[in-house]
């Protein structure tokens, strides 16, 4: 389903990539939690694969479409709740998961 390849990102003016020849695959019906601390590159991760920042190098492939080439062709497959909003204080985070899952 997605499947990124030696992704790299370095922001301007800083000399540490933000991601580092990451190498991930999420298959169908797999559930992935990016958990690290601040820095380690899980926004910056996300930014790329919603097209909101263009990698330095390396593949993204969504559903085997080339996602950096053909974003118009994925945006309406991808989804995402923001830090902000996403957690409902009520509910568990097995909770919560499942209903942002099922939504």
Known sequence: ???????????RNNTNLAL???????????FL?????????KTTLISILI??????SGHVFINDINA????KQVKHQIGI???????YDALSLEENLKLFGKL
Do not use: W
């Open 1 to 11: 389903m997605i499947d990124i390849k030696a992704l790299c990102y370095r922001y």
């Open 20 to 30: 580092d020849h990451l190498n991930l695959s999420i298959n169908k019906g797999d």
């Open 33 to 41: 939690a990016l958990l690290g601390p601040n820095g380690c590159g």
């Open 51 to 56: 097209g909101l920042l263009k990698p330095n």
């Open 68 to 71: 950096l080439k053909h974003f």
């Open 81 to 87: 709740v923001p830090q902000e909003t996403a957690l």
